[in-house]
């Protein structure tokens, strides 16, 4: 299992088998025509994912704006089986792990998708289930292998691989699986958090990695800071500062076969740097974890907090992912925490962070009496509450961006 799935994996049991979900192969709403020219000034990229009947599938489509009803699974386009989907110049991509093939779906007037050409990134070394993908622009992009050592080079609009290189990989202790998340952007570096892990023993890496790839040179470079544990989560700031978001802390430190862990808290690298800021932290309380950190704005986050009391005896100790939490407001400058009333004390399922032209969104999950998602309703978080955005039946969002 993999940090990157861990809650969603855990609670993926509890998705809402849809039997109804469309049989939609190449095309959705419309033939994907690009003849006459009258694409709309902007478009939204939405990839979901479900639980059906045959096992886990994901869905995209294109929309001229960010949704405002429900979502209709029957006008998107089946992608495949579990994977991850972003844009890049224009058009919807899909990564399917297991065929190691990225498939691009092109984008028409009409803002139907129309299956196009694929390449295979598994024979360059390309392996596992990774959400690294970096867009630098619409003719080049790169992929990171799940567990470091390897990137591919390659080119979204004539779909070629350019050049496949090794990288180095952090220094962690032995027996430990490295995975890498999904990219943070600040002009030509890209920001990822890194994990290090023994999914036997829950040994754990004791220090927070920063993986940092400079797009000019084609450079891989890393940072450790002991201050804090190793985290997926991340945001860049308008300003182009990187902060580290952490997550489950509370869990390793409960749990894991590594002892002496720190506390949760949050690191900073600022704009055009590639190093942790020495003079920057912010601890959580003595005796909480989050479950994790959504960015609000440039100066605050929405922190999902677990009281360590709760933590469940080690023999139970995946009821953890499932705890109740205390939905909090933090300021990264200053510390300064307040309750966030505006979203329930349930656990999420999935901790992507997705923004939308400066805008964060947050999954809110309605279970029925036998704990299944039966709808995942989306809301714009603010410093002064959640507005609703749209609501999806059942599944997960794998992205919500814009494509051009």
């Not at 478009?43 to 949704?67: C, K, N, S, W």
Request: proline content about 7%; overall charge negative; glycine content about 10%.
């Amino acid at each position: 299992m993999t940090t990157r799935f861990m809650t969603t994996t855990l609670t993926a049991l509890s998705l809402l088998a849809l039997g109804a979900c469309s049989s939609t192969t190449e095309t959705a709403t419309g033939a994907g025509s690009r003849t006459n020219g009258s694409r709309p000034p902007g478009a939204i990229l939405v990839a979901q994912r479900f639980t059906t009947p045959d096992g886990r599938a994901a869905y995209m489509g294109a929309f001229p704006e960010m949704p405002k009803t429900d979502v209709d699974v029957s006008k998107l386009v089946e992608l495949g089986p579990e994977g991850d989907a972003f844009a890049c110049g224009g058009y919807g991509f899909f990564y399917d792990p297991d065929a190691g093939r990225i498939t691009r779906y092109d984008v028409g007037d009409d803002l139907g998708l129309t299956k196009g050409p694929s390449i295979d990134v598994l024979q360059e070394g390309i392996t596992g289930w990774t959400g690294a993908h970096v867009c630098a622009s619409p003719t080049q992009a790169f992929i990171l292998n799940e567990s470091g050592g390897r990137i591919v080079e390659w080119n979204p609009k004539d779909m070629l691989v350019v050049s496949a290189f090794d990288v180095p990989k952090p220094e962690v202790r032995p027996g430990l699986t490295l995975q890498f998340f999904e990219p943070h952007k600040a002009g030509d570096l890209v920001y990822f958090g890194v994990t290090a892990i023994n999914w036997d023993t829950l040994e754990i890496e004791p220090r927070a990695i920063l993986a940092v790839f400079d797009i000019a040179t084609k450079t891989l470079s890393f940072d450790y800071d002991d201050r804090c544990q190793p985290s997926l989560g991340g945001f860049v700031d308008s300003a182009g500062n990187y902060y580290q978001l952490p997550e489950d802390g509370g869990y390793w430190a409960t749990y894991s076969a590594t002892t002496g862990l720190p506390r949760d808290c949050v690191l900073r690298v600022s704009r055009g740097k590639k190093t942790f800021d020495d003079d920057y932290v912010q601890y959580l309380g003595d005796g909480e974890s989050l479950r994790s950190m959504w960015p609000v704005d440039d100066e605050h986050m929405l922190a999902t907090v677990i009281p360590l009391a709760s933590a469940p005896p080690k023999e139970k100790s995946d009821d953890w992912f499932s705890l109740p939490v205390q939905p909090a407001l933090v300021n990264v400058k200053t510390g300064a925490r307040t309750p966030y009333p505006h979203v329930p004390p349930t656990q999420p399922m999935n901790s992507r962070k997705l923004v939308v032209d400066g805008k964060s969104y947050y999954q809110l999950y309605t279970y029925d009496d036998q704990g299944r998602t039966t709808k995942v309703e989306l809301v714009n978080i603010t410093r002064e509450g959640a507005a609703k955005a749209f609501t999806l039946v059942g599944g997960d969002f794998l992205t919500i961006e814009r494509l051009w």
